[in-house]
């Protein structure tokens, strides 16, 4: 019986996590070097289901308000409508697999829902959080 076609569809369906494990460890390595850490799952969740309130709107912000609860669900830009895919590398082996997309998304989304950047601190607890789901 020959087994390499398994054995090469096992390695490529693996690459995906092999990618978020080193875009994670290469970021939390320079939040280390920030200053940063140890990270805790516990601060991040606690982080991701924090409300803040919007200093032009008044309104309250949370990552869940797009993401939902339920990160192995799909979620909704509340502004924009447009779907965004879930946030568990469990169910989207293409989340956190490039530092440039982390980065990316951590501007955006914490200026949003903060109203300002995440700390490292910050970044590496959610970070903490969202990759082992």
């Given amino acids: 019986m020959n087994t390499k076609p398994i054995g090469i569809a096992a390695l490529l369906f693996a690459l ?3 990618a978020q494990a080193d875009a994670v ?6 939040y280390r070097a ?3 850490g140890p990270f805790s799952a516990a601060a991040g969740e606690a ?4 409300g ?5 709107s008044g309104k309250e912000r949370k990552c869940t308000l797009c993401h939902t609860t339920d990160l192995t669900r799909p979620g909704k830009h509340v502004r924009t409508g447009k779907v965004i895919e879930p946030m568990a ?3 989207n082996p293409k989340r956190f697999t490039t530092v ?3 980065k990316k998304w951590f501007v955006r ?3 949003w829902t903060l109203g300002r950047e995440c700390t490292a601190q910050e970044k590496g607890d959610v970070l903490a959080f969202l990759k082992n789901l």
């Avoid at 982080?47 to 924090?50: A, E, F, V």
């Fill in 16 to 18: 995906p996590f092999y």
């Fill in 25 to 30: 460890s290469e970021l939390e390595a320079q």
């Fill in 47 to 50: 982080l991701w289901n924090k």
């Fill in 89 to 91: 590398p469990s169910v």
């Fill in 34 to 36: 920030k200053g940063a």
């Fill in 109 to 111: 989304n914490c200026k």
């Fill in 52 to 56: 803040f309130i919007d200093a032009k």
């Fill in 100 to 102: 440039k997309k982390i």
